[in-house]
């Protein structure tokens, strides 16, 4: 004979577990009457789910979760939108607490969030908590519902698909409660093109672009491309911006899901199709002695500003094939491209610890996927090209019409300047957002005593200082408050 878990644990314990995350409905729903619990919940939650993601499991988890908490606590992100659901739930306790509702009060100074999907879900929430300026913004713990999944196994949520039974959730909650907060860099990033002469007026299909990046059509004074005929994208990422080789692999497994998503029920399967697309798209065998007719450096020009207002360029070696720029340390399914170089070599490059919190951005390089699997060796890495506050990516006529780029999972095709015209991307520190880790948490605050010691560069300020007041206002916000309203035919399954 066996016994569910709610036997073993008895009706009251379950009860007492319910009352530390439960939030009652006058706070979720508006004009529902006030009936408050006896007690204040030590980790009131809102539960956020792609119940498109890891197959069966986000719809599974959507049910357990809704069977163990108030339903109204609980959001299927398919049917209801982020931006919709925070706007509401702290306008509701700003008014609660005007009027002098304590319970209310300690709802917002101790509330998270909980996000299931897979990266692309994360930084959606991320991106909609940056944009509203809550006033006390809720940290975040992550669910690891996708393929890659670096942002949980950055903060020690593991990167395996989790159980959806109620045990596994009460263990999961059990882990937020006893998470504790760490600070993370946002990364802003611009992206202007010339409009097509013909066609529509978006260069990229809607669905083309990630959700993560928006246009936008006011004209910056002091931007020596911010003139008519040219379109400005901007949106913002907390992991990785990509582009070259591992991004054009992700735009074919991309691609391949939409048109198959019943082959992409099982994460071990999309692993499998991953490293089998890797195989097949020219990466694996190009050679390490001569350049790629592809490699960075003839289709870009780098910079990068290590200095308030000072840009110099970054020089690429020819044998690059692709380029990451890195916040967290975790890329790729949970590999640290920068690694973990010996402190000598950081001293004699003037390189500093990758800490997630330090405006700071890592920029790594490989030749090819050969040279991507030396991640999987004991203190490999990647080529370390640069730390910088800011980088700068200029696209002229060249080698290539197209190249491959990809924001936190979300990949996309480029087109390139085929006439006199330039292409700019432009990645800058934003601020930061705040995240929930466990003790098996990878990333490292230069504000943890526990982290290694280093020489910071006491002149590490903001890019943004320079800018003009329109431009920071164009930087201002992501826009995920506003973009991220995807429109109702949008399918979430398209969100890793």
């Not at 306790?93 to 005007?98: N, R, Y």
């Not at 992206?191 to 672009?209: F, N, Q, T, V, Y």
């Not at 050969?370 to 890495?381: F, I, K, R």
């Amino acid at each position: 004979m066996t016994c569910s878990w709610d036997t073993i644990m008895g009706d009251s314990m379950l009860n007492h577990i319910l009352s530390e995350y439960y939030i009652p409905n006058y706070i979720l729903v508006p004009e529902s009457e006030a009936k408050k619990p006896p007690c204040v919940p030590s980790c009131p939650v809102l539960v956020f789910i792609n119940s498109k993601s890891g197959g069966q499991l986000g719809g599974n988890l959507l049910s357990t979760y809704r069977s163990v908490l108030n339903t109204n606590q609980v959001f299927d992100l398919g049917e209801t939108k982020p931006d919709k659901v925070l706007h509401q739930i702290y306008a509701t306790l700003g008014s609660l607490k005007q009027r002098g509702d304590g319970f209310a009060s300690a709802i917002e100074s101790s509330l998270r969030i909980i996000v299931a999907g897979g990266d692309g879900t994360a930084g959606w929430l991320l991106g909609v908590i940056s944009d509203l300026k809550l006033p006390h913004p809720p940290p975040v713990a992550t669910v690891p519902l996708g393929t890659g999944n670096n942002l949980p196994f950055s903060f020690g949520w593991g990167k395996k698909n989790p159980g959806t039974d109620r045990q596994s959730v009460f263990s999961f909650l059990e882990q937020v409660k006893n998470a504790t907060e760490m600070k993370i860099d946002s990364w802003h990033i611009i992206m202007r093109m010339r409009a097509p002469k013909e066609g529509s007026c978006d260069p990229i299909g809607p669905l083309e672009l990630p959700h993560s990046l928006h246009a936008f059509h006011r004209i910056s004074q002091t931007d020596k491309l911010g003139m008519d005929g040219y379109h400005s994208f901007r949106g913002g990422f907390w992991n990785y911006f990509s582009m070259g080789m591992d991004a054009q692999v992700s735009y074919a497994f991309h691609s391949e899901r939409k048109l198959h998503p019943e082959k992409f029920r099982n994460q071990l399967i999309n692993q499998g199709t991953y490293i089998k697309l890797g195989c097949t798209q020219g990466w694996m065998f190009g050679s390490l002695f001569r350049p790629s007719p592809t490699n960075i450096a003839q289709i870009a020009k780098v910079k990068v500003m290590r200095k308030q207002g000072q840009w110099e360029d970054l020089k690429i070696p020819r044998s690059i094939g692709s380029i990451v720029c890195l916040n967290l340390p975790s890329f790729s399914g949970g590999f640290n491209p920068w690694g973990t170089p010996y402190r000598k070599k950081f001293l004699d490059r003037g390189l500093t610890p990758p800490f997630v919190d330090d405006g700071l951005i890592e920029i790594v390089g490989f030749r090819n996927v050969l040279h991507g699997l030396v991640l999987l060796a004991p203190n490999g890495h990647g080529t370390r090209l640069a730390q910088a506050n800011a980088v700068r990516f200029e696209f002229k006529k060249g080698a290539a019409n197209h190249t491959f780029m990809r924001i936190d999972g979300e990949p996309w095709k480029q087109p390139l300047p085929a006439d006199d015209e330039t292409v700019v991307v432009e990645i800058s520190h934003f601020g930061q957002v705040c995240m929930l880790a466990t003790p098996l948490c990878r990333s490292r605050s230069m504000h943890d005593p526990s982290s290694p010691t280093a020489c910071y560069n006491e002149d590490n300020n903001s890019s943004d200082e320079g800018d003009s007041p329109d431009d920071l206002e164009e930087k201002r916000k992501f826009g995920a408050a506003d973009s991220f309203k995807f429109p109702d035919e949008f399918d979430i399954s398209y969100l890793s």
